[in-house]
């Protein structure tokens, strides 16, 4: 079946260091491939996103690359900030008429001063 | 735009009890979904809707209703509130076409 995994939490960083956080699936087909984050008490935003291989989805200085060869889509920061501090989760959409999203169990980021 | 709108945003109900979570979304979006989001399950989808009176069961449906009378709203009903349906509840929508999901702020329901 299709499935997410993702670097287990929680993750403490010092403001202005490199992050990373891991993200491998299994999935039929060819997936589109999606980071969201949650920010406390809120609902999850769409933060990036990559729909085929070699794709790389970037936004807010988050950057993650398809791979499809090692089934990845590492979500990588150059430095962080403390608002950076949040829940990322790593997702995946297979289908035809309808997407259905299959969510890993998510990272949680705190950034400290 | 308002975007996709929960209520209520908390709720304590007992063990029996029915409800109807609400939400709402002003985008005009085909695509509608309920997950709910346990810790360390990430978001596990409960039902889905593709356009008004079209509805179909995701991962975990099994105590819960839904019905898409018209485009902007996608109500969850829960039929006999049980303890293991204590979680937060997200709903979702985007357009067709369009890749990433709208999410409303989300309900916290606790079942006693």
Known sequence: GNSVTQMEGPVTLSEEAFLTINCTYTATGYPSLFWYVQYPGEGLQLLLKATKADDKGSNKGFEATYRKETTSFHLEK???????????????????????????????????? | NAGVTQTPKFQVLKTGQSMTLQCAQDMNHEYMSWYRQDPGMGLRLIHYSVGAGITDQGEVPNGYNVSRSTTEDFPLRLLSAAPSQTSVYFCASRKQGIHGYTFGSGTRLTVV
Do not use: E, M
């Open chain 1, 78 to 113: 150059g430095s962080v900030q403390v608002s950076d501090s949040a829940v990322y989760f790593c997702a995946l959409s297979v289908g035809t008429s309808y997407d259905k999203v299959i969510f890993g169990p998510g990272t949680s980021l705190s950034v400290i001063p």
